[in-house]
Nanobody
Framework: VQLQASGGGLVQPGGSLRLSCAASGRTFSAYGMAWFRQAPGKEREFVAGISGSGYVTKYVDSVKGRFTISRDNRKNTVYLQMNNLKPEDTAVYFC?????????????????RGQGTQVTVSS
């Protein structure tokens, strides 16, 4: 599975961005998908995950109510809608995939990772 993320950029606090991650392959729905982020000098952090069917989602507490993960299995794409962005959301965001959803949302690992996209929240 190859993953290609896009949609990052510079936004003011309180603004919104929508990240997209396009996946290759014919078995996209067999994979749980997630977004992680890594800020300078910090460890990578699980942000949000979605099951292969799209029916189950999970978020880190700091983004609940502000971020929404979704997927379109017809387009092999997963999205991260980010609203009310804060400076502490500044990081490189990257999408990952794993056939085991529980492993994915545990934040401990993943099988496939795409390149990152920079999100900067600053006035």
């Amino acid at each position: 599975v190859q993953l290609q993320a896009s949609g990052g950029g510079l936004v003011q606090p309180g603004g919104s961005l929508r990240l997209s991650c396009a996946a290759s392959g014919r078995t996209f729905s067999a994979y749980g998908m997630a977004w992680f982020r890594q800020a300078p000098g910090k460890e990578r952090e699980f942000v949000a995950g979605i099951s292969g069917s799209g029916y189950v989602t999970k978020y880190v507490d700091s983004v609940k109510g502000r971020f929404t993960i979704s997927r379109d299995n017809r387009k092999n794409t997963v999205y991260l809608q980010m609203n009310n962005l804060k400076p502490e959301d500044t990081a490189v965001y990257f999408c990952v995939a794993d056939p085991d959803f529980k492993t994915l949302v545990s934040g401990t690992g993943y099988t496939y990772r795409g390149q990152g996209t920079q999100v900067t929240v600053s006035s």
